[in-house]
């Protein structure tokens, strides 16, 4: 037995991997661990030394990243490419295609991709992205890409201003492509026109824009403003202010928001030196990975079960709307796959077991289509 939050104390039966029944056991009980669908993180551009970036990615290491995602509750994530030439993004694809077939537990938890760039602004918004490497958006080029991703790039970033961005924009909406708006420089009218043309998300609203920016005339009141466009952020501590998550949930409604924690490979090893795509990085004691220059951050060595604990201090939200923002949410933009995204009969056993105290949630257990995958218990943690 465990708690879902918000409802109480449940007995969740489970066959064939999924969800068979759920059984209400009483009021919340303290001395029992909490139950949530399998936490869900659209833009992990690699994690515990695993880099989904460079194209010398090793698809047989590539499944690696699974035990540390599943110690930190997440049983699904979109591997994130950035920013770089075609020949190494579909280097990266292909990598991750063959990590699919290496692993069957790999494509299960990586359901689909995230492509950040290389349509992005090269000005003050890029952050790491490498502007030697941004371009028109041009559709043949992103079909180039799918094909090397099995059909699977089920996100991409773009920015609004970039020539041909609200064509492309309107073909991926059309081939079920979730387009999201990020490291852009847009006036408000552009971000107007991506919406009218499909777009429908913000990726880590808040960051991936100019440090100086008009009052009035900018991106981010219009990103806000929008009431169809979900926001994505990265509540690490470091991306983002308490007063902007605040203001971020109190607009969008807890039902537009999306935790994500960008993790780049860092994630999980000690601080010092690194390199993400051709770019030094830094991963400083304090937990923040900055580019060498201090020009940006660049990325996070966030995890999911900390982000989530950020968000309920920072925008004052109970555990059950934080959760809801790391797995319902999600789940409705990645409609159409095997998820899980609630507790329920008919579902996808993909669960996390947890204790809500500290810093970050306490993870205890991990299923993933109802197999146990991390269990403290076993390990002697």
């Given at each position: 037995?465990?708690?879902?939050?918000?409802?109480?104390?449940?007995?969740?039966?489970?066959?064939d991997?999924?969800?068979?029944?759920?059984?209400?056991?009483?009021?919340?009980?303290?001395?029992?661990?909490?139950?949530?669908?399998?936490?869900?993180?659209i833009?992990?551009?690699?994690?515990?030394?695993?880099?989904f970036?460079?194209?010398?990615?090793?698809?047989?290491?590539?499944?690696?990243?699974?035990?540390?995602?599943?110690?930190?509750?997440?049983?699904?994530?979109?591997?994130?490419?950035?920013?770089?030439?075609?020949?190494?993004?579909?280097?990266?694809?292909?990598?991750?295609?063959?990590?699919?077939?290496?692993?069957?537990?790999f494509?299960?938890?990586a359901?689909?991709?995230?492509?950040?760039?290389?349509?992005?602004?090269?000005?003050?918004?890029?952050?790491?992205?490498?502007?030697?490497?941004?371009?028109?958006?041009?559709?043949?080029?992103?079909?180039?890409?799918?094909?090397?991703?099995g059909?699977?790039?089920?996100?991409?970033?773009?920015?609004?201003?970039?020539?041909?961005?609200?064509?492309?924009?309107?073909?991926?909406?059309?081939a079920?492509?979730?387009?999201?708006?990020?490291?852009?420089?847009?006036?408000?009218?552009?971000?107007?026109?991506?919406?009218?043309?499909?777009?429908?998300?913000?990726?880590?609203?808040?960051?991936?824009?100019?440090?100086?920016?008009?009052?009035?005339?900018?991106?981010?009141?219009?990103?806000?403003?929008?009431?169809?466009?979900?926001?994505?952020?990265?509540c690490?501590?470091?991306?983002?202010?308490?007063?902007?998550?605040?203001?971020?949930?109190?607009?969008?409604?807890?039902?537009?928001?999306?935790?994500?924690?960008?993790?780049?490979?860092?994630?999980?090893?000690?601080?010092?030196?690194?390199?993400?795509?051709d770019?030094?990085?830094?991963?400083?004691?304090?937990?923040?990975?900055?580019?060498?220059?201090?020009?940006?951050?660049a990325?996070?060595?966030?995890?999911?079960?900390?982000?989530?604990?950020?968000?309920?201090?920072?925008?004052?939200?109970?555990?059950?709307?934080?959760?809801?923002?790391?797995?319902?949410?999600?789940?409705?933009?990645?409609?159409?796959?095997?998820?899980?995204?609630?507790?329920?009969?008919?579902?996808?056993?993909?669960?996390?077991?947890?204790?809500?105290?500290?810093?970050?949630?306490?993870?205890?257990?991990?299923?993933?289509?109802?197999?146990?995958?991390?269990?403290?218990?076993?390990?002697?943690?």
């Open positions: 037995m465990a708690n879902i939050a918000g409802e109480g104390l449940a007995r969740i039966g489970i066959e991997g999924r969800i068979a029944s759920v059984q209400s056991a009483g009021p919340i009980d303290g001395r029992k661990p909490y139950v949530s669908p399998g936490l869900i993180d833009q992990v551009n690699g994690f515990a030394g695993i880099d970036c460079g194209a010398t990615l090793d698809p047989a290491k590539a499944p690696n990243v699974l035990p540390a995602l599943w110690k930190t509750g997440v049983t699904t994530f979109c591997p994130t490419v950035i920013t770089n030439t075609q020949n190494n993004l579909i280097q990266c694809f292909r990598a991750l295609e063959e990590a699919r077939r290496i692993e069957p537990r494509a299960w938890c359901p689909c991709y995230h492509l950040e760039g290389p349509y992005l602004s090269p000005d003050g918004s890029r952050g790491a992205h490498n502007p030697k490497f941004m371009r028109p958006a041009d559709w043949n080029e992103f079909l180039e890409l799918q094909e090397a991703a059909g699977r790039i089920g996100i991409v970033t773009i920015a609004p201003e970039v020539p041909g961005a609200f064509d492309f924009i309107r073909k991926a909406r059309e079920g492509v979730v387009i999201a708006i990020g490291h852009t420089d847009a006036t408000p009218e552009q971000i107007h026109q991506a919406v009218e043309a499909g777009a429908q998300l913000n990726t880590h609203l808040g960051n991936g824009c100019p440090q100086m920016i008009d009052r009035h005339r900018t991106p981010l009141w219009a990103q806000l403003a929008i009431d169809s466009l979900a926001a994505s952020m990265i690490d501590g470091f991306h983002l202010p308490r007063d902007l998550v605040r203001v971020i949930h109190r607009v969008k409604g807890i039902e537009r928001c999306i935790l994500i924690t960008d993790a780049v490979h860092v994630a999980g090893l000690p601080p010092g030196r690194y390199k993400l795509v770019l030094d990085i830094d991963l400083l004691p304090t937990g923040q990975v900055v580019a060498a220059d201090r020009h940006s951050m990325g996070s060595a966030a995890s999911m079960n900390r982000v989530i604990k950020v968000f309920m201090d920072y925008a004052g939200v109970s555990l059950g709307d934080a959760l809801r923002a790391a797995t319902a949410n999600p789940a409705r933009l990645l409609r159409g796959r095997e998820i899980c995204s609630d507790i329920a009969p008919g579902q996808s056993a993909n669960l996390t077991v947890f204790r809500a105290g500290g810093e970050r949630l306490e993870i205890e257990q991990v299923m993933v289509a109802g197999e146990v995958v991390y269990d403290t218990r076993s390990i002697g943690a």
